[in-house]
Structure formats: C-alpha cells, structure tokens
C-alpha cells in the first residue's frame, strides 16, 4: 500500500468509508471484475471536489462508478480509485414540478417519486437499472424517452475540482452521451423538469412498459442491458440474431435468445469471457453485414 496516498485520502475520507481491494463483481450488473485497490464512498461536492483536485496534482488514476449497471472490469481489476456515487449521495426532493436529485439516486426511485407526487415524464426511466449520475453521463433513454426532455440543470464537479452547474444545452446530450462523456466532468446532483399529470396514467404506463422489459429482456441473468449502441439504420439486436448467433456462448458468456442485443452472465462467466463474446459478435456481423457494432458498455482495467 502507498502509505503516504492513503493516509491522505484518510484525511478527505474517513476510514470507514474507504475499501481496499473490493471485488468489482458486487459493485456491477454483470457481477464480475477483479478488485479495485480503492473504493471510496463521498457523501457530498465537496468531499469529491477535494479528492479530485489532489488526484490532480500526484496525477492518481481514478473511475467514477455510478450503480454499475453499464460497466465491465477487467478480472484483474483496477489499480487506481473507484469513486462510487451511490447510497452516499441518493437524496431525492420533489418540489412542485421540479425534483432535486442527488448523483447517487436510483432512476427506479426517482421516477417512483415522481409517480407519488403525480409528475409526469419520467416513466420511461422507471425500469433503467442505474443511477442519476450514469443517466445524465450516458443520456439514457429507453422507449421514446430520454434525460434530455427532462433535465434542468446538473451539478458537476471538474477534475480540478471546480464545482460548475450546467443547464440543458451546457450538457451537450445527444444519443448515448454528453459533455460528461467527452470530460473529466462528475455529476453530484441533477435538476428534473417534470409536468403534472394523472397519477393512475403514469402508473399504468410504468406497469406497461415493465410487462415489455419482462417479455422482451432476459432479465434473471447478470447483464449489463443492452450490450451495443443502435448503429445508424439498423436494430444492432436484430442484426446479431439475423446473423444467426443467437445463443451464441464463450464460457459463461451467451448471447440472449430472448433478446439478441443483450449479453448476459449465465452463472460462471468471467470478464474475459465477457469481452471475447462482445468482440466475436462485432466481427461476425461486419463479415455478414458490412455494419460495425460499437458497444454500449464502458470497459474499465486490462483486458
């Protein structure tokens, strides 16, 4: 251990809010990934703005992990620091037709929030398994819906420890990603412009668009959603299953039946696995296709 690192970030962190060498594997949705010499759990701008401005300075390599859900590490793991914006950092406050959300909050408990207070416009978020903080990075959206027909404003801290708020346009969302996406930017908090609406109609249309998760994803198996972004044209699901590599396996690592754009962990599956799975499908659907996927999910280590 770098003594003299660590005893630093004791003085930002306290003690019990440092992990050394946590397993990835229960820190992802894909549940695997080696240990991270680092994880650290902030409770606030501040706390991180601090950690940013020294990992600036001695130039520390560092990850901002939101709930994992859109991530793969490496079975070596990862050397630097996990900063994780999670239960720390999940505090959600609805004020009229405005929610106020921490970075940490669960898209399933905001828009839950939102459907108690009678908002609409966040019910397509109800079944997106990550974080405020990973929305507003990636933009995420799912059926017609995305962050960016919603979001206000957002906090972030820069790397050398600015806190800035951001409005709409200043995020730069586009389709999968943002300025996060393309900075060293860290999303501590959002602001939601929501409308009023019938709170049994946002309620049927959650439970609507559940029953279509349910149907069409394989859910019960370890995953990280949709494996690859949507290339121009095409459905990258129907071009993997139009390719025949439905049920396609490497290790515990399978292409879906039940929807082909996802790739999932049937029990044993290792990173690696993972990861050869991933690039064998993008070969094989250029060779038949001419069309190169581009995965969706964030890599994270050596592989």
Do not use: W
């Not at 949705?29 to 080696?34: A, N």
């Not at 405005?98 to 459907?115: D, F, K, M, P, Y």
């Not at 129907?238 to 290790?251: P, Q, R």
């Amino acid at each position: 251990m770098n003594s003299l690192f660590y005893q630093h970030l004791k003085e930002i962190i306290p003690e019990e809010r440092i992990l050394l060498e946590e397993p990835m594997s229960k820190h992802t949705s894909f549940r695997v990934g080696g240990p991270a010499r680092y994880f650290v759990r902030p409770r606030n701008a501040e706390e991180i703005s601090s950690m940013l401005h020294y990992f600036q300075l001695i130039d520390k390599e560092y990850y901002i992990l939101g709930n994992g859900s859109n991530l793969l590490v490496s079975d070596q793991g990862y050397r630097g620091v996990i900063i994780e914006i999670g239960q720390e950092m999940d505090g959600i406050c609805v004020d009229r037709e405005t929610i106020i959300c921490g970075g940490g909050a669960l898209l399933s408990r905001v828009a839950h929030s939102a459907l108690n207070a009678g908002l609409t416009g966040l019910e397509f978020a109800s079944g997106i398994p990550g974080s405020i903080g990973g929305a507003v990075v990636m933009n995420a959206g799912a059926y017609g819906g995305e962050m960016k027909q919603i979001i206000k404003t957002a906090t972030v801290v820069a790397a050398d420890g600015t806190i800035m708020v951001l409005s709409n346009e200043e995020l730069e969302l586009g389709y999968r990603t943002s300025v996060l996406k393309k900075q060293p930017l860290v999303c501590v908090e959002a602001v939601l412009a929501l409308a009023n609406g019938d709170a049994e109609q946002i309620r049927m249309r959650m439970e609507e668009l559940k029953d279509q998760r349910k149907k069409k994803q394989p859910l019960e198996y370890p995953s990280a959603g949709s494996t690859f972004k949507r290339p121009e044209g095409h459905f990258a699901g129907k071009l993997i299953m139009d390719a025949g590599l439905s049920g396609l396996s490497i290790g515990g690592a399978k292409v879906s039946e039940k929807h082909c754009g996802f790739i999932i962990n049937t029990g044993n599956a290792s990173a690696a696995d993972i990861k050869d799975l991933i690039d064998e499908v993008i070969e094989l659907v250029a060779q038949r296709f001419q069309v190169r996927l581009e995965p969706e999910i964030c890599m994270l280590g050596d592989f």
